[in-house]
């Protein structure tokens, strides 16, 4: 059965590529493309081969959001939309927000509504230079969900994030870039291969400081400057009492490249 989902496995490089793939529709997403997504980060979390995650489209474009015909049918005028975020949006967010290791999202081409949700729920993000994000809830009678609503004005600020949600006007990727709604924009033919070479350079991290770091910028939010220094000190204790600490030392003091071990 065709999922929508391409997953890709590069054992020499230890990074996970995983491909939205229903290109003849932008991969626009539906409850199955959705969930298959999830069962593969959820073998990623459990694979010790595993060291880092690319996410990116099929064709030309990287997402045009929610499959609205999956959405409304002639028969049901009034859906229940807040049933399908939580069954199948929501665990996705968090689980990518949660995965232990790092997810590089490549944007090519359009990241609409859902599609621009779930590039920003990504820990670093490239996009092409004629790559765009909209978000385009507001065009449909709808509001940011996938955690739009989160990601967005922490990323580029309120004023910002209010014009972008109730406008629906495009940013493109290099505008992105400057208001730090994304990483970095690169040149269209030269993105896949930026995301390999940083899925790499990410791969061959400390996988545990990694997790820890996430597990740090996670809380970040929602605490004062005293519970995040009192967790600082709590995961940099945990830190130090892992292999990869002493690795990293003992690499420092001999002048090589450190060499991590999986986390898992």
Known sequence: ????????????????????????????????????????????????????VILTGAGRGFCAGQHLGE?????EKAPDLGAMIERVYNPLIRRMRSLPIPIVCAVNGIAA????????????????RSARFVQAFVRIGLIPDAG?????????????????????????AEQAAAWGMIWRAVVDDDLAAEA????????????????????????????????????????????????DFREGIQAFREKRPARFAPLR
């Not at 959405?71 to 028969?75: A, D, Q, Y």
């Not at 910002?160 to 940013?171: S, Y």
Request: charged share 25%; hydrophobic share 50%; proline share 3%.
């Open 1 to 52: 059965m065709d999922v929508g989902v391409r997953v890709e496995h590069d054992t020499e490089t230890a990074v996970l590529r995983l491909v939205l793939d229903r290109p003849e529709r932008l991969n626009a997403v539906d409850a199955g493309m959705l969930s298959a997504l999830h069962a593969a980060l959820e073998a990623a979390a459990a694979d010790r081969a595993c060291r880092a």
């Open 148 to 172: 739009g609503s989160f990601f967005l004005p922490r990323l580029v600020g309120e004023a910002r994030a209010r014009a972008a949600m109730l406008l629906g006007e495009p940013v493109e």
């Open 113 to 128: 509504g859902a599609g621009a949700s779930l590039a920003l729920a990504c820990d670093i993000v490239l996009a092409a």
């Open 71 to 75: 959405t409304l049918t002639e028969t």
């Open 196 to 243: 390999t070479a940083l899925a790499s350079v990410l791969a061959r991290q400390p996988a545990g400081a990694m997790a820890l770091i996430k597990q740090a910028l996670a809380a970040s939010p929602g605490h004062d400057l005293d519970r995040q220094l009192d967790l600082e000190r709590d995961l940099q204790r945990e830190a130090g009492r892992q292999a």
